[in-house]
């Protein structure tokens, strides 16, 4: 009987020493399987983060339209509009900011604004000295907009100094209009501004369009909610709603444009136009492109003159115009003078 019970003993004990064996091999195959993998991901998510032709290419074109959105509670950038807009959903915020570090460093560089004596982490491919200059002014302009302009506490006030010039259509209500130009620039950038900025339901152009319609038969421009759409991260188009114009100011902006004389359409008068959901926002807006080419709504360089000005006159209370640059005050030139004329 003592001989069976060591033997079964020793039986048990050799079981147990062989699944001891087996679980150690098993953790080391898993172990081993999972550092080949993590090498995998972490190839992957290199080849993924590297820049191509077309991301750069992307990039420049979004950041010179859009900017960038800073948000200072945080100390950091906001890329969650700029991503969708510049089809950079693979990168991530770090990748990002990086690379527009890297790319304001040699924007700098070419346009001779700072020497190129410091490497930076991220390869950069150098752009003309003329490009450069574009979107570092463009740059600035839309960050002044966002985090200074739209939060100065004057605003209001100094906007009622704002003048008419030949870069906005007759029916314009300057104090009116160039507010909620701000806000929309803010929000959409200067990219599509006749689809974006016009045609945002928010925004107190929406009133022209209704006349601009009304003006040739045409049914007015409608509006359909398709769901939530990341923004971004302006908050101040916010306060579009909290500034919603009167009625008197809605009837004095359509007499206004009542007066404007229509323009030549190559389009027929009764085609629409849908515009795309990332122009919009959160929503889906069907509209006759006869109407936009009534409203007579500025080019894109005429918008950015008018934002210079309207910068201006904000921040120092001193009204600028295209033509009276030289005498718009040391402030500004040392603002935006060195890209005045890389501006359009």
């Known amino acids: 009987r003592l001989r069976r019970l060591v033997a079964s ?40 983060q590297r820049w191509s032709k077309r991301e ?14 800073y948000v200072a509670e945080t100390d950091s950038y906001d890329w969650s509009y700029f991503r969708t807009l510049a089809k950079l959903e693979r990168k991530t915020d770090d990748r990002l900011t990086d690379y527009y570090t890297a790319f304001i460093h040699m924007c700098r560089v070419v346009a001779r604004i700072v020497p190129a004596d410091q490497a930076e982490p991220v390869t950069v491919s150098p752009i003309p000295e003329e490009r450069a200059m574009r979107a570092l002014s463009r740059i600035d302009l839309l ?16 906007l009622s100094l704002c003048e008419m010039s030949n870069d906005v259509p007759e029916w314009w209500h300057c104090s009116l209009h160039d507010r909620n130009l701000l806000l929309g620039v803010a929000r959409y950038g200067l990219s599509r501004t006749d689809y974006t900025v016009l045609c945002d339901p928010n925004l107190i152009f929406c009133s022209v369009l209704d006349v601009a319609a009304k003006d040739l038969g045409l049914p007015p421009p409608t509006f359909e909610p398709i769901g939530k759409v990341e923004g971004s991260g302006v908050k101040s188009h916010g306060e579009a709603s909290s500034n919603e114009p009167t ?6 902006a359509s007499s206004r444009h009542a007066h404007a004389t229509s323009s030549d359409s190559s389009k027929s008068a009764g085609s629409d136009s849908t515009i795309p959901a990332d122009y919009s926002g959160a929503m889906q807006i069907s509209i006759s492109p006869d109407i936009i080419t ?39 030139a040392a603002q935006f003078g060195a890209y005045d004329q890389a501006m359009y």
């Not at 750069?56 to 959105?69: A, I, K, M, N, P």
């Not at 500025?298 to 934002?307: A, C, D, Q, S």
């Open 294 to 332: 009534h409203v007579k709504w500025p080019k894109e360089r005429h918008i950015v003159r008018r934002l210079q000005s309207l910068v201006h006159v904000v921040m120092y209370g001193i009204w600028r115009t295209a033509d009276s640059g030289a005498s718009g005050g040391a402030q500004y």
């Open 143 to 158: 960050s002044t907009i966002r985090e200074e302009v739209l939060h100065h506490p004057d605003l209001d006030r100094n």
């Open 247 to 252: 009625s008197s100011s809605k009837k004095d």
């Open 56 to 69: 750069e290419q992307d990039f420049l074109r979004t950041v010179t339209s859009f900017g960038v959105v």
């Open 9 to 48: 003993y020793q039986r048990n004990q050799k079981k147990q020493e062989q699944q001891q064996v087996q679980k150690e091999a098993e953790t080391r195959r898993k172990e081993k399987h999972a550092a080949v993998q993590k090498k995998k991901d972490a190839r992957k998510l290199e080849q993924e």
